[in-house]
């Protein structure tokens, strides 16, 4: 996160009289523009005063020495003239949506102004959908960071400053603001003056036992810094905010609902969350008829924009691959759902380098809601052959107690369970688990449900390890429907 605010040293008068109240015109490409100026009123709501800017403020496609993405040109007032943009046109919204922040947060220490102007950038994110992603964060450890209360004014960077130091410094200030808010009223940490050090210890020393603890860690130098803003479980919570919360800094998703613990952000209706490991989850609804149902996604995914969710229909044959094109707007995709078939959610491409998590939504035509779907933490299960639908409920919750033995005895497994009921043979491929209808009815005929539900999760633990032994799943499964020794009960003395 290479972002800086630049304060011009020498400005000619003339460019005074243009100082301004009303919302200052962008000059840049007109995308570039659009956002600059949904950025300022963002800024201008989430803030509720006007932004400090020259009438013009131009936007400048440059190569910034020191690598930075972006440069917010203040005067001394601390009036934006001018921004600097250096990464990709992609990037531009977010870098955008950061240096207009200085436009409201410019004076006092590089960490607090910097800070600030990350968590006045989320808020403008927050209210105004498809403005620009969160700012960036992929969850490093933040081992180059130094006291933040120690952060030099930009200018004065030496080469150790650079790179990894001054992006962990940046990423750190980010996550102190993002936990400071969590205890300070709206608005404290971006006044009209600027904030001092002074001024923000004497917040927090006023903030209760959590300002206590911001402060003990503040105080408490680099080491004691990093290990509080450290974001190991990567939903985007540090973990002195998770503390906090209340949330464990060690798991993703608390509470195991689905929604990982930085899901602060309001959801749309029926969204559901996306697991980052790929695998399917249940959209809620079922076609009554074919349809193209629009898939919307969004998240709090910082430095990423919306992740491509797609519709996969539960009808789709072992071999599947996705058949869908981009939506009109932004972070959408379209695709057909056909009739009666169970509309499932996925997220497209590999591994994302950032915190947080996505979640989406289908919209579309003729749909009602899904039986034959069921989604838990853990697994995913649906009913291919519709005729199983009935089976649906009642061997999600067998899974859940093998997924449960599983995890005792071998560790959990690397991603989520995703079992296909019905079709002409049982197979693995692409990490979901087909069982034939076949296979199905026999389970039923000789009440070897549980067996069956042992057997996908099995299959499903040995595939995700590379083992492709089929023989060796059906051993597993034998050996999770063992009642562990250990809870056995003793014979009771005579
Ligand atoms: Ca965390
Ligand atoms: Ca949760
Ligand atoms: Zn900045």
Known sequence: MLYDVSRAMTLFLSIWSQVSLAAPHFLGSPADETVARAAWDAAEACTGRPGRALREIELRYRTIPGGYLGVAHTTDEGQLFRIDLNTDPERHREVLVHEVAHAWVSEGPIALVE???????????????????????????????????????????????????????????????????????????????????????????????????????????????????????????????????????????????GWWDGAILGTPPDSVAIPMDGSPVCSGWVPGQGTSVHVYSGGNLRGQDPPRV?????????????????????????????????????????ALNTTGAPWA????????????????????????????????KPLS??????????????????????????????TVEGHIVWLSTEEVRRAVATDKLTELAYLAVSLHHLWS??????????????????EPRASAPEPSPP
């Open 115 to 257: 800070g600030a102007a990350e968590l006045l950038g989320d808020c403008m994110v927050a209210r105004t959908p498809g403005l620009a992603t969160l700012q960036f964060d992929d969850g490093r450890l933040l081992t180059g960071l130094q006291d933040l209360r120690q952060w030099a004014l930009p200018g004065t960077h030496h080469t150790e400053s650079l790179g990894t130091i001054r992006t962990d410094a940046y990423i750190g200030a980010a996550r102190l603001m993002r936990t400071a808010s969590l205890v300070l009223p709206p608005g404290a940490l971006w006044p009209s003056d600027g904030l001092s050090w002074e001024g923000f210890e004497a917040q927090l020393k006023e903030a209760g036992p959590g300002g206590a603890k911001i402060l003990e860690a503040l105080e408490g130098g680099a080491a004691a810094q990093r290990e509080a803003l450290a974001d190991r479980d990567l939903d985007g919570v540090p973990a002195l905010a998770e503390a906090l919360l209340h949330t464990s800094d060690q798991a993703f998703d608390s509470d195991g609902d």
């Open 397 to 426: 919750a067998q899974v859940g107690e093998g997924i449960k033995r599983a995890t005792e005895r071998f560790g959990p497994a690397t991603t989520r369970v995703a079992i296909a009921l019905g079709g002409d043979h049982s």
């Open 465 to 482: 390890r590379g083992e492709r032994d089929w023989r060796a799943g059906e051993a597993l499964a034998r050996s999770l429907a063992l």
């Open 310 to 350: 797609i519709a996969r229909p539960g009808s789709s044959e072992p071999g599947w691959r996705p058949t869908h094109r981009t939506g009109r707007s932004w972070g959408t995709t379209v695709s057909l759902a056909p009739t009666g078939a169970s509309i499932l959610l996925q997220l497209e491409g590999s």
């Open 361 to 392: 939504r289908v919209l579309g035509d003729h749909l009602s809601p899904d039986p034959g779907c069921h989604t838990t933490p853990q697994a995913t299960l649906w009913a291919h052959d519709r005729g199983l639908v009935p089976l649906i």
